[in-house]
T-cell receptor
């Protein structure tokens, strides 16, 4: 079993839809949780960075962490074609020395 | 954007040849990482560095070596390239503890 599980998709939605992306994990030592966006032929770009459980909002993006269920989510409101990319979840323990990445979910937002 | 430059951006080479990829940062960050990204596997850690001349292995280190003689440069070497090392290679940097990693734009390496 992988430490981090992420549905690879692809996920296709119409413009304006609310998108929900999710990851589950098995290691209860993870304390820091991240979402990266990766466009084709580019490096992953940090979108959201959260510590422990709870919600964090940044514009159209909301990250949720439920440590009791070992489940994290990224919500995208009013999705745009420019949101079409691969989204990677990531997590690390205290000290953040090593980070474990999900395999990524491909998202397509249709105009 | 984090000041990370990877070179070359693309390379095609033959099996058995040595290959060196370079990661250069302008952020003066302590931690640097090399990953490979392959379909179905996501990002896998090859080697990392926690300071000048301080490096350690990741989960897929066989066939790879690294060196860090200056804070700003982290080199990844494939001593004798094999076709299984065809991949996209990403460098990442990180500042102090508990800060997230930031990535370069990758090197696309093809070994024929």
């Amino acid at each position: 079993q992988k430490e981090v599980e992420q549905d690879p998709g692809p996920l296709s939605v119409p413009e304006g839809a609310i998108v929900s992306l999710n990851c589950t994990y098995s290691n209860s030592a993870f304390q820091y949780f991240m979402w990266y966006r990766q466009y084709s032929r580019k490096g992953p770009e940090l979108l959201m960075y959260t510590y422990s459980s709870g919600n964090k909002e940044d514009g159209r993006f909301t990250a949720q962490v439920d440590k009791s269920s070992k489940y994290i989510s990224l919500f995208i409101r009013d999705s745009q074609p420019s949101d079409s990319a691969t989204y990677l979840c990531a997590m690390s323990g205290l000290g953040g020395f090593k980070t474990i990445f999900g395999a990524g979910t491909r998202l397509f937002v249709k105009a | 954007d984090a000041g990370i430059t990877q070179s070359p951006r693309h390379k095609v080479t033959e099996t058995g040849t040595p290959v060196t990829l370079r990661c250069h940062q302008t952020e003066n960050h302590r931690y640097m990482y090399w990953y490979r990204q392959d379909p179905g596997h996501g990002l896998r850690l090859i080697h990392y560095s926690y300071g000048v001349k301080d490096t350690d292995k990741g989960e897929v280190s066989d066939g790879y070596s690294v060196s860090r003689s200056k804070t700003e440069d982290f080199l990844l070497t494939l001593e004798s390239a094999t076709s299984s090392q065809t991949s996209v290679y990403f460098c990442a940097i990180r500042g102090d503890s508990n800060q997230p990693q930031h990535f370069g734009d990758g090197t696309r390496l093809s070994i024929l």
